[in-house]
């Protein structure tokens, strides 16, 4: 008997795998190797089930990692939208007269008082390119805490080479500008960007050029007619 056990390995799946292997062969050949038809069918039955067994535990595993998966994606989109209505809700205080008002309706607490806090770092690594739909996209990097916004200016470059004075495009609370369109007839724009917060506001960052060419951008919007170069080349 010792030698019979020896044979059949001991793991739960390297035994399994073992009837599974032979069920078949052993009733075959039963008459032949000394078993009965109760033994073939009692070890027939008994490999199926476990077979069954192992099937549906693999099925609850799989589907455990599938609901796993997706709990941990749907809570981190959600981490996310309660992040950014946050980041929105105290900029909308920033605004007010009674910024506290709007934090207790909102049940969070107020960003640290401007002592707390240095005024924002200029953002960096500023770059622009053209969305499917032909628009400026401006992106930068910049640090998010303490009520963080960004107020992006925008310039324009004639076709003649005179640069326009800046002017504010928008006030964002993410770092990124998406430019809705830009004056027709001009040859380039020129953006940049600079942080706010209650304890300060930074200098404005080097700008950042998208160029149109010498025949200049004949439509309003930015990437109707395609730029030379989209790229984060600096602008003096």
């Not at 067994?53 to 749907?74: E, G, Q, S, Y």
């Not at 960052?205 to 998208?210: D, E, H, I, Q």
């Amino acid at each position: 008997m010792a030698e019979s056990s020896g044979t059949v390995p001991s793991g739960d799946r390297a035994s399994l795998q073992f009837t599974e292997e032979r069920k078949q062969l052993w009733t075959d050949n039963a008459a032949t190797i000394g078993l009965s038809a109760e033994d073939t069918t009692a070890l027939t039955n008994s490999s199926d089930a476990a077979q069954s067994a192992l099937d549906l535990r693999t099925a609850a595993v799989n589907t455990a990692k599938a609901r796993t998966i997706t709990w941990h994606d749907a809570a981190a989109t959600n981490r996310t939208l309660a992040r950014e209505l946050v980041r929105k809700i105290r900029f909308f205080a920033s605004q007010q007269a009674n910024p506290d008002e709007v934090y207790a309706a909102a049940q969070i607490p107020a960003p640290k008082t401007p002592g707390e806090l240095p005024a924002p770092e200029v953002p960096t690594d500023l770059r622009v390119s053209l969305d499917t739909e032909g628009r400026a996209v401006l992106r930068f990097e910049s640090t998010r805490y303490g009520g963080t916004v960004w107020t992006v200016q925008r310039r324009t470059v004639t076709t003649q080479g005179t640069i326009t004075p800046w002017t504010t495009a928008a006030t964002v609370i993410e770092r990124e500008f998406i430019d809705p369109g830009t004056p027709s007839g001009v040859a380039g724009v020129h953006y940049r960007v600079r942080a706010e917060r209650p304890s300060g506001t930074s200098a404005y960052s080097t700008p950042v050029a998208l160029p149109f060419g010498a025949g200049g951008n004949q439509q309003a919007t930015a990437g109707a007619i395609a730029p030379e170069e989209a790229s984060g080349k600096q602008a003096g």
